[in-house]
Each structure stands twice: as C-alpha cells, then as structure tokens.
C-alpha cells in the first residue's frame, strides 16, 4: 500500500497546484460582530414580541473577536483556546510525550460528559469535569487519550484494534503536499504546464452555545471532523410552552466518494472526507454578503493544530434567517364558495451553515430550522471537478464514449464519473431517549368481490423494528414507507404515538459490488436508513480510524450484531447521495447542485404548531433604499 | 352513474359548508401596479447593466388594473376581456346558439396559432388572426368550436368520440353546491352540526407578455384549466449573446388525486383537478406579502363565465425576484494550500407564482428560473384535508389501526390516506424543435480480474429512446439514469450533444391496480416519465374531456401506439408525485409540503454560464430601517 499511497499523495499535490491556476482574486473578509437580536430578527422570538425584520436595521460592523478570554458555558461546549493550550502543555509533560520531537496530536476535541448527565443539566448547574479527547501519535503509534483538564491526568482509552489511520493533520497535508516538490522531474512536469507554485500552508481549528430562535433552541459547535455538530435540539410546544426534546446529536458522520475510473492513477479515489481529512478542519472562513446574506451571525472554530497549539477558524459557520418568498401554510376559500377568505402565513426559517472545501469541492452544508418543528438538513455541491487529462479534444475522436469514464467537459479535460454520500448521524430522542423505529409501509390491498367499485387501495401498515436488520433501508419507489421515530411512552391527545419522521428528498444509491475494497470500506452506504443502539464509541460510520481501514469498523459492521432496538435509547442514520456525471456547464467551478432531507413531526404536535402565528402586514415590513439614495 | 353523481356533488357541497366553519377573516387586497423594472430588480438585467437590488427602491402602490383597454401583443396573448366579449356575441348570433336558453361554455381561450407560425414570430411582426377555442354544451350536446374573432366564422372542430365531460362551469358548481340546499333533511343534517351556511357564488377568470427577467425571456398567461402556461422560454447564451430556444411549453396538465377509502361514500374520491374543476378557475386572488413578497408583481386572469362574459381575476399570478440566502456556486481554497481564495456568488431566481384552491386543498405551483439556466417547478401542498367522521375519539378505542383508512387527527375526524399526481405538460425545443430523448443509464461494470484493483466501477450508457415506449419510464433508485432531452444536430464546441435534462426530486409513484376504475383514468401517472411526439391536441394528460372519462382519451392511451420520436418535436410528460398519510399537524390547516423537479442545461452551455456574474459588496445592497423609523 505504500507506494499507492505515494501516488495518491502525490496526485493529491499535483490536484492542488493545478487548482491553483483556476483560482481569481481574494476578498478581504469582513466580520460581524453581534449575535442576532431575536427581538430584533424574530417576530417568534421566544423572549420578547416584536415584529419580523427580514433585514436588520444597521449592517453588522466588522470586528474581531478574541477567543482568549472564552470560557466554557455548557457541558457540550467545545474546548476553548485556553483549554486547548492546557492540553498541549499537560501532554507536554506526561511521560508519553517526554523527550519525544516526532508526535502529532490528530485530534483534540471536548470529550462529551455522559448523556445521562447532559440531559438533567440545566443552565446554572455547575460544569463537569472538562475532559479533553486526544489522538496521538508518538513515535508511529496511536494512543487514544483522555486528558482530565481539571487533574490534569492523562489516561488511554481502549477503542480496540481496527486498522486504519487516524485523520490527518493539516500538518500531514501540508508536508505530503510539499513532499513532491523536492523532486526534479515532477518540477518539470509543473512548469511545464506553466504554473507558478505559490506557497502552500495549513491551518487547523471551536466554540458555542447558541441563543435561542423563534421556538427552536439548540446547542451548536463547531467540529473538526465533522463540521457542525447539533446537539440537544428542543423545540417549544405551542400548546404547553414546553421545551420539548427531539434530537440529541446530529452531524455529519462520514462522505463517501468513490470516482468511476478503474485505471491505474484513478482507481484509489474514493475519498472519506470526514474521516480522512476532517470535513470541519476543512471549512474554510465564509464569505459574508455571498456565502451568507447581511443579517448572518458568524461564530468562529476553535481548534488543535498538529502539535497541540490552537488556532481560530474565523467565520467558519454562519446563522441567518431567511425568508424565500414560500408560504408557511395557506387556504383560500374556492370560488364557488363566494366567501372571500385568504389566509396566509409566510415561511421563516433559521438556517445554520458552514461549507467545506475538500481540496477541489466545496460542500456546503445547511441545517435549518423551521417553525413548525421540521429540521430540513440540506447539502450543496459546489467547486471544482476533479478532472483527468486526455489527449481528445472533440467527442467526434472518441470511437466508444463509454469508455472515457466521464464527460469530455472541455478539450483535453475528462470530468470523471463519480458518486457522492453524505452520511448523517442522527441521535433522535423524542420527548426522550428511547425510542422506537417503525416502518409505516403503504401497501396495495385488493378489495373483495362486491365490497366497492374499487379493486384497490393503499393501506398503511406499521411495522415496529425489533433489532437492527429490521431497521436496515433500501428505499423503494414502489414499496413506499414512511420511516417515524417515536416515543412509545408517550401518545396525543387522540391517542396516537408522538414522533418525527425521516422524510428522504432526492437521493442515489451506491452500486458498486459490495465486495469491492471502496464499497467495504463505504459499507456504511449499502441502505440509505441504517439504526443503531446508541453507543458513545459508534460515532463515525466508516470507522474511528478511517484512513487507510479496511471496513472493520463501520456502521454496516456495527448493525450486522443485529441488537434490540425497541423501545431503546436509539441513532438514526441516513445518507444522501448524488450520482455526477459531470456536463460543461461543471466547468471550471460548478453551480451548487443540492439536495436535503427532512425530519419532520408526525403527531409530534396536537394540531399545526404554526396556526396562530400572525400574517405581514405592511407596517412590519421594513423601508429598504438603495446605498446610493442614504448617501 | 348518475346517482353517484349526485352523492358526489352532495358531499362536495358539504364539504364546503365544513370549511366555512374553519375559516377566518378576510384580508383586504391590494393590487401593485408596474411590473418590475429590470433595472432596478436585477443586476443580470438583459437591457441594462445596474447593480442588483434584492428590494425595491420602494413599495408598489396599490392600483387597480383596468382590462378594457387591453390588447394582444403576442401570438400567445390570451384572450383579452373585448375579446371574450366579442367571442360571447358571435356565438349568441350563431345559429347553434339561437333561441337556446339552455347553453353553457365550459371553455373559452385562445386557440393558439400554429407552433410553426409562433417560433418565426417576432415582436413587430403583425399578430395571426386571433382565434377563440370554445367548448360549448347546447341543449345537452358538447361542442368544440372555433371562432375567428376577424371574420366572426364559427366552425367545429372534431376531437373525435371520447367517453367524459368537459371541466365543470363555475356555474356548475354553484349550481350543484346550492342543489342539496332544496333538501330538507340535508338542511337538518346541516344545521344540526350548527354550521350557518352563508351564499355561495362563483367566478370565472387571462393576460400577458412578461417583459423579460436576467437572462431569460418567456410568455406567461393565465389559463382557466392549467393555471399558469410558460411559452416561449429562452435563455440567453453568455458567450453569443443569443437567446437560445428551451422549452415551447411548459404547464400543469392534470392532476390525479385519489383517496385510500374504498367505502361507499368515498370510493369515488379521485379527483382530477384540471380537467373537472379547472386549475386556473380555482386559482384565488394571492395575498400580497404572505403569498409572495413585497417585490412581487401581479397579473390578473381575464376568464369567461359559462354564460361567455368575462370576469378577471386580481392578482392570480405573483412573479418576483426571491434570494434565500443561498449559494449560486462557490469555491475556497483547502487550507493546506494556504492561499486565501473564497470566490462565492449568490443565486437570485425569478419565481412565477399561483395557489390554486381546489376546494379545501390549496396547491402552490412556482416556476422558478435560475441565472444558471435550470427551471425548478415546485410544487406546495397546504389547505384543509378531506375528513371523514368517526365515532372514534381515542386511538385506544380502535382494534385496527390499519383499515380505519387514515389517521385519528382530532377527536371523530380521520384524516384519510390519499395520493396526489401532478403531471406537468413539457413541450420541450432544445436549440430548435426536433429533439431526442436520451436515458444515459448509470450501470455498474465489472473489471476484469488484474484489470484493476477496483471490481467495479458505474458507467455511463446513453441510450436514445426511437419509440414512445422506449421512454416511458418508471424510476428505480437501483437502476438510475440521467434523462436527457438533447437536440442531436447541435453539439457543443467539444462534441457533446447540447440537452436539459429532466432532474426529478422527492416523488412517488401510483400504486393502484392497473385495472381499477380511477387508475384507468388517471393512466397518465402509469409511469413517472413519458415522451411523445408533437400533436396539438393531445395536450391534457387526463384526456380532453376529463369528468366521468373512462380513460379512453389519456396520455396512455395516446402512448400506447409507439410512434418514433428520435429526432422529432417531442414532449415530455412527469409526474410529481405525494403520498399523503395524514397526521395531527395537518389539522386543521396544513403546514406547507413541498417537493420539485429540475429541468437543467447539461452541455447546453459550453461552461459554466454564471461564472462571470459579480459578487455582492456592502455598497450593492439597500439599506433597510424598521416602518417606525422612517414614520
């Protein structure tokens, strides 16, 4: 495998230095200072009432935050500059790394307190114990750590033996991608093709709790490896004013992008950008006014570089409220009915967002919030093919087009086929953490002789998952279901068990042969709904350690053990899949194709949460001229 | 039949006597008056080059529209209201219609010129004579007419022996709605429930060329049946300054909702909303900042009565420019490359707007036109569900749960399982009318072994459809393809084919009986996909003459003679499709579901056409206060 990995590391060099030719001017970052005022932005402001502003009234000023005085406000809150500083030193000074010049910390991230304790906590409650997790490697050995910040006691943890790597450091990108360069020949080769090297750097990246919006509350950090992490996500009941409890935990778990090209430079490409470069350390500072409107809110990432020192992220994930133009909901009375009733509620909702840039692509991923209790998780593709270079310059050269992997984009230039998925970790917990998985299938019933004119229709059918394979999901057109987490303790008003229900949008299967070393180690993609026990070590779908693995630590093997899952504290996982063939029009930067999935009440809520929220009227709206009519 | 005809229009009619229950106060309206101008609403602007504004400079005032002056100005037109006029006297003058007091006109529109004569029109050209499209019952007999409003010539048009009725007058139904009315014991029933019926009345409704938004350019009018009709839409090329042919047609052709109950009084429930009601009769004046907002322009439909006088109908469509926040296309340098690119551009889209009011149900159909060259039809479910009664209160009082043909909603109130189909007529001209449709399959390839590492990879295999069989499609998430509509005389610099492909979303399929009764004649939901060749008069999916059809008149049917369509006028037929197990959020008014398609360039434009677009700056945007501070 070492000399693949020679290849694909220096692949992976030569990708960038060619993304450098396409890249155009930079743009002086401006950032915002304060955090959104809901009684300012939100006529559903859980605080106070005051109308909607769907734009705020100054623009933000630009300011710099500093993180040096962050201090920690929730059990959840990630580690603060302080803190990371702490665990370098103390680690510094632990017998482990002691006279060692050659570690590498991979990952330093807040070792979550128990769930059970996180649940019963409450804001004025005093802290835990705040305990950091550590990846290291000392002298080409990992050791999974815990460091107590408090004691300052050092302590490995047991995650058993898998094979793979650790995720890389920035540092470890940024050596491989210099590596190459310290070779003549592929020199040539560059400038050759008449590129200017610039230099190549890295940077690696956290912070917290976010206020409150409209009846959504929610705690909100920043990730290395996954990005954005949502955790504890309550929303108010209309009815009961109640805080009432829907998902513990959700992230991005893993990617998966295997490329269709079997040949030799090409075959190794099916990247796990979570895993494998951490999709968090990834996200790149968002550009304010294009990457997010004016009235967006900027938090910045906290985190470890390779050698412990903290760095800041600035402006990695942006929260806005926006507003489309759609309706939250309507009715007008038809014409025939004569009566002249139109009642209308426009749709507002909070949109959390970061957006990735995995050397080429740029994901863009959204979590957003809408008031009548639906999260809708949607990911944008955008950036940069990865591309193959060819001798063809037309089509008409080609005699078997089948057999270019791809789409001749421009000339010389092959857009390679290539899938996309996007594994979700989804700890739903209901009005509390045990739960129940249940498949409602709508079936074809056949009437009897004589029972109606009609020979057929749908009933819909509710299976309960037992253990894990029943929970296993291959969607099907033609073998509908709807797929509900609820709470079986807990039934409305009328009776009906209180739950959220997966609502899959546009999505794509993997095909490839399940045996095929990519597709072992992406197992996590064979269904599209997977659901686990919850398992604080089951958090990565393709592994702890998934660079390099072979698939031994996957989701797939994880819910083969076929454990009870009813009635438990359980994890939903979902996945969301592009196939790209690629077409001119990707070419050279591709516009954003997304796709979303929904979680969505059902029977959650007694009636419409949103029946009583009042329509626009003229004099809530803002007055908006242009710059040049206030100069 | 007829029984059942009348146990329909009685529960129609009570239906309509329970939402008066559920309704609330009346909105005063008002109307906006100038479209928008493209100077000020766009920085794409296609005349001029001004920055983007997202809001206008200032509110539009309200303005009545006056249409007696109206006159044609494209080949396209709708009937203006003198027109309709003229239409009615001709005919009242006309010997078929002489001393008959007894007929009705189900349908007056447009008989649209020749496709050949509307794609070599240019504006300044002289109109085509202008010709109404009548659909007239006289003395119990159906007839479809032409009337040349030039020469006041009357002439039938045969549209051959086909089972069904013509869509339902205004006056039909108001007449049906008010029939139960002279039963006593139906008034007891009524009353009993201690709803105050109050009057029912009914309306009839066209107009427009809009002018032309970024780079697109496109026909929008009102029609009674299929709500909004897109012709003409181009788009232009960013390299030659062409406007280039997309799609000659483009609207909604029937929809299909059945309902899951096979029980006496409801297993007729399977409504046709086009063809029996009218899409676009249905379609209510829209409520200004909660249907669309406040940058929205108005158009009014000008529709005739079944006695042929025309009425107009304020503010049927909404078209505005909508930014959600989100992200035309992007790209940040990785941080291992250390450079500070972040080139980002934010997608701005014009949406074209109507919310029909198909009794309780209200369906939200937006044509949305992105800068990028892809049209989103989307379409949004909201209103009141169809309920049935119960005695239930509790779902503890039912032993199964699965043939109560829905769900307990609310305490005596099931809301029963339904489907809802909506098939879009997409008469597409890629670069010219004649067209290929082309599945590019995605399909998985085994290597040879020591071909490579990999054992399989997925391969793109274009296979052009010769017949209409060949492209009627049902979609597997296990065999996907791409669907391409392509004009196989033009190829892109590079060879390819210049196409749009029909990207579907979230849908669902008909899973009725192929036999039953309702499927028959909603066959054109069979598949998700068809294409057939250009012919005039098969334009309703349902069949001409919809109500009471037997199916003997649908797309299927017209499918089913397997003409070729390789390199012809073709059009393209999909279906959108929802399965609809109620839940207690639906109640009483339904939060908004909604799901789309894409119709998008693919190696239609030799690169990526929006790159050239500029940024936002600070400077770009209008600054915006609260009503209160400008008071």
Same mark, same amino acid.
């Given at each position: 495998?070492?000399?693949?990995?020679?290849?694909?590391?220096?692949?992976?060099?030569?990708?960038?230095?060619?993304?450098?030719?396409?890249?155009?001017?930079?743009?002086?970052?401006? =950032?915002?200072?304060?955090?959104?005022?809901?009684?300012?932005?939100?006529?559903?402001?859980?605080?106070?009432?005051?109308?909607?502003?769907?734009?705020?009234?100054?623009?933000?000023?630009?300011?710099?935050?500093?993180?040096?005085?962050?201090?920690?406000?929730?059990?959840?809150?990630?580690?603060?500059?302080?803190?990371?500083?702490?665990v370098?030193?103390?680690l510094?000074?632990?017998?482990?790394?002691?006279?060692?010049?050659?570690?590498?910390l991979?990952s330093v991230?807040?070792?979550?307190?128990?769930?059970?304790?996180?649940?019963? !906590?409450?804001?004025?409650?005093?802290?835990?114990?705040?305990?950091a997790s550590v990846i290291a490697?000392?002298?080409?050995?990992? +050791?999974v750590l815990?460091v107590?910040?408090?004691?300052?006691?050092?302590?490995?943890?047991?995650?058993?033996? +898998?094979?793979?790597?650790?995720?890389?450091?920035?540092?470890?990108?940024?050596?491989?991608?210099?590596?190459?360069?310290?070779?003549?020949?592929? =020199?040539?080769?560059?400038?050759?093709?008449?590129?200017?090297?610039?230099?190549?750097?890295?940077?690696?990246?956290?912070?917290?709790?976010?206020?409150?919006?409209?009846? !959504?509350?929610?705690?909100?950090?920043?990730?290395?490896?996954?990005?954005?992490?949502?955790?504890?996500?309550?929303?108010?009941?209309? =009815?009961?004013?109640?805080?009432?409890?829907?998902?513990?935990?959700?992230?991005?778990?893993?990617?998966?992008?295997?490329?269709?090209?079997?040949?030799?430079? !090409?075959?190794?490409?099916?990247?796990?950008?979570?895993?494998?470069?951490?999709?968090?350390?990834?996200?790149?500072?968002?550009?304010?006014?294009?990457?997010?409107?004016?009235?967006?809110?900027?938090?910045?990432?906290?985190?470890?570089?390779?050698?412990?020192?903290?760095?800041?992220?600035?402006?990695?994930?942006?929260?806005?409220?926006?507003?489309?133009?759609?309706?939250?909901?309507?009715?007008?009375?038809?014409?025939?009915?004569?009566?002249?009733?139109?009642?209308?509620?426009?749709?507002?909702?909070?949109?959390?967002?970061?957006?990735?840039?995995?050397?080429?692509?740029?994901?863009?991923?959204?979590?957003?919030?809408?008031?009548?209790?639906?999260?809708?998780?949607?990911?944008?593709?955008?950036?940069?093919?990865?591309?193959?270079?060819?001798?063809?310059?037309?089509?008409?050269?080609?005699?078997?087009?089948?057999?270019?992997?791809?789409?001749?984009?421009?000339?010389?230039?092959?857009?390679?086929?290539?899938?996309?998925?996007?594994?979700?970790?989804?700890?739903?917990?209901?009005?509390?953490?045990?739960?129940?998985?249940?498949?409602?299938?709508?079936?074809?019933?056949?009437?009897?002789?004589?029972?109606?004119?009609?020979?057929?229709?749908?009933?819909?059918?509710?299976?309960?998952?037992?253990?894990?394979?029943?929970?296993?999901?291959?969607?099907?057109?033609?073998?509908?279901?709807?797929? +509900?987490?609820?709470?079986?303790?807990?039934?409305?008003?009328?009776?009906?068990?209180?739950?959220?229900?997966?609502?899959?949008?546009?999505?794509?299967?993997?095909?490839?042969?399940?045996?095929?070393?990519?597709?072992?180690?992406?197992?996590?993609?064979?269904?599209?709904?997977?659901?686990?026990?919850?398992?604080?070590?089951?958090? !990565?779908?393709?592994?702890?350690?998934?660079?390099?693995?072979?698939?031994?630590?996957?989701?797939?093997?994880?819910?083969?053990?076929?454990?009870?899952?009813?009635?438990?504290?359980?994890?939903?996982?979902?996945?969301?899949?592009?196939?790209?063939?690629?077409?001119?029009?990707?070419?050279?930067?591709?516009?954003?194709?997304?796709?979303?999935?929904?979680?969505?009440?059902?029977?959650?809520?007694?009636? =419409?949460?949103?029946?009583?929220?009042?329509?626009?009227?003229?004099?809530?709206?803002?007055?908006?001229?242009?710059?040049?009519?206030?100069?």
């Open positions: 495998m070492d000399s693949r990995n020679l290849i694909r590391f220096l692949f992976f060099t030569f990708i960038i230095a060619l993304l450098l030719l396409l890249t155009l001017t930079t743009i002086p970052l401006t =950032n915002t200072g304060e955090p959104p005022d809901c009684a300012i932005n939100s006529r559903w402001c859980t605080s106070k009432t005051r109308f909607f502003q769907p734009t705020i009234k100054q623009p933000p000023k630009p300011t710099t935050r500093i993180h040096t005085t962050d201090v920690p406000h929730h059990p959840l809150d990630p580690l603060t500059l302080t803190e990371l500083d702490k370098r030193s103390t510094l000074e632990n017998q482990l790394f002691l006279h060692s010049n050659t570690y590498a991979h991230v807040l070792e979550e307190p128990d769930k059970s304790f996180v649940l019963t !906590w409450k804001p004025g409650d005093p802290l835990p114990a705040r305990k490697r000392v002298k080409s050995k990992i +050791h815990t107590d910040l408090g004691t300052g006691e050092v302590s490995p943890r047991d995650v058993g033996e +898998h094979s793979g790597y650790p995720t890389m450091t920035m540092e470890d990108m940024t050596s491989l991608t210099w590596a190459p360069l310290g070779d003549a020949e592929f =020199n040539r080769t560059i400038m050759a093709r008449g590129v200017d090297l610039k230099d190549v750097s890295c940077l690696p990246i956290s912070i917290g709790w976010f206020v409150k919006w409209a009846n !959504w509350e929610f705690h909100l950090k920043p990730d290395p490896r996954a990005g954005i992490v949502i955790s504890r996500a309550r929303v108010k009941d209309p =009815n009961t004013g109640e805080m009432r409890n829907v998902m513990y935990k959700g992230f991005t778990s893993e990617l998966f992008v295997p490329y269709m090209d079997p040949t030799d430079a !090409w075959y190794f490409k099916t990247y796990m950008d979570a895993g494998e470069y951490g999709f968090g350390l990834q996200a790149m500072p968002l550009d304010p006014l294009n990457d997010c409107p004016r009235n967006a809110y900027y938090m910045d990432g906290v985190f470890a570089a390779g050698d412990g020192k903290p760095y800041v992220r600035e402006n990695m994930v942006c929260v806005y409220e926006s507003y489309a133009g759609d309706i939250g909901w309507r009715h007008s009375e038809s014409p025939i009915t004569g009566m002249e009733i139109r009642e209308v509620r426009p749709k507002v909702t909070l949109v959390v967002r970061m957006a990735a840039s995995v050397a080429n692509y740029d994901y863009i991923v959204d979590w957003e919030f809408q008031t009548d209790g639906l999260i809708r998780v949607k990911v944008g593709l955008s950036g940069i093919l990865m591309v193959k270079g060819t001798s063809y310059d037309n089509m008409n050269q080609v005699n078997e087009p089948e057999n270019i992997y791809g789409t001749l984009i421009s000339e010389n230039v092959i857009g390679v086929i290539h899938d996309h998925y996007i594994t979700f970790h989804l700890d739903m917990d209901v009005d509390g953490p045990d739960n129940s998985f249940v498949k409602v299938n709508l079936k074809r019933e056949t009437t009897q002789p004589e029972e109606s004119p009609r020979l057929s229709y749908l009933k819909a059918v509710r299976n309960v998952a037992k253990t894990e394979k029943d929970a296993q999901v291959k969607l099907k057109l033609y073998d509908p279901s709807e797929y +509900h987490i609820v709470n079986p303790s807990k039934k409305t008003r009328v009776g009906n068990p209180v739950g959220y229900k997966l609502v899959p949008g546009g999505t794509a299967a993997s095909l490839l042969d399940l045996d095929d070393p990519p597709q072992k180690r992406g197992a996590f993609t064979n269904n599209q709904i997977w659901v686990t026990p919850y398992n604080k070590s089951e958090e !990565w779908a393709g592994g702890l350690f998934a660079y390099q693995s072979q698939g031994d630590d996957t989701l797939a093997v994880w819910s083969q053990r076929d454990r009870a899952i009813e009635n438990k504290d359980i994890v939903m996982w979902y996945t969301l899949g592009f196939h790209h063939v690629p077409c001119q029009e990707d070419y050279p930067i591709m516009p954003t194709v997304s796709s979303s999935f929904d979680l969505k009440p059902v029977n959650f809520y007694e009636s =419409n949460p949103i029946l009583n929220i009042p329509p626009h009227f003229e004099k809530d709206l803002p007055v908006c001229n242009a710059v040049a009519a206030t100069a």
